[in-house]
């Protein structure tokens, strides 16, 4: 059903004790997401864009950040009821997070090939070629050129831009929901 709402998002707010105060980094959002719809959060730098989406994935820093209240309903599950392993099965396969910087996303000691092949090894259980051969894929399906080669590059090696094309094939290996 195209229609369908995959995520719904009532009322959302996280907020973080600090000793100067709370601070209410998000205060009510709401918002549906439908299966086949895209959706752009925009706001000033500070507003909670991010902080909405770590609250999406249960990985609000703790202990002075807490989801004080609202749903986020997944699938028709609550996940501020989940547990933090039920969590990490939803996290890369049914939704998943592109960071705005790539090289905290990136480890600077693996290649580019290693990393995007740890993520379809999750997925998958092909050979080894196979697998390899879905990595020179992904690359190629965001615009890497020279896809065969750049899978023994390191994050050093490629430009910033290059290194976001990477982090959102990394995303997309798991073929997630949202």
């Not at 909670?48 to 990985?59: D, E, P, R």
């Not at 396969?93 to 910087?101: E, L, P, R, W």
């Not at 905290?104 to 259980?125: A, C, D, I, K």
């Not at 430009?159 to 073929?175: E, F, N, P, T, Y």
Request: contains cysteine.
């Amino acid at each position: 059903m195209e229609n369908e709402v995959i995520l719904s998002v009532n009322d959302l707010r996280t907020h973080f004790f600090t000793r100067s105060g709370v601070v209410k980094a998000v205060d009510g959002i709401s918002f549906d997401l439908r299966k086949g719809e895209t959706l752009g959060i925009v706001g000033e730098s500070g507003s909670g864009k991010s902080m909405t989406a770590w609250s999406i994935l249960g990985m609000v820093p703790k202990p002075s950040g807490q989801i004080v209240s609202g749903s986020i309903v997944y699938q028709g599950e609550d996940l501020i009821q989940k547990s933090e392993q039920d969590m990490r099965d939803i996290r890369g396969s049914g939704i998943c997070m592109v960071m705005q910087d790539p090289l905290t996303s990136l480890n600077p000691v693996f290649s580019v090939g290693n990393q995007v092949l740890e993520s379809l090894r999750l997925e998958y259980t092909e050979s080894k070629q196979t697998l390899r051969d879905r990595a020179v894929d992904l690359l190629s399906k965001v615009r890497i050129p020279a896809p065969e080669t750049r899978l023994d590059a390191f994050p050093h090696q490629m430009s910033g831009g290059m290194r976001q094309r990477v982090v959102g094939a990394i995303s997309i290996a798991r073929s997630p929901n949202i």
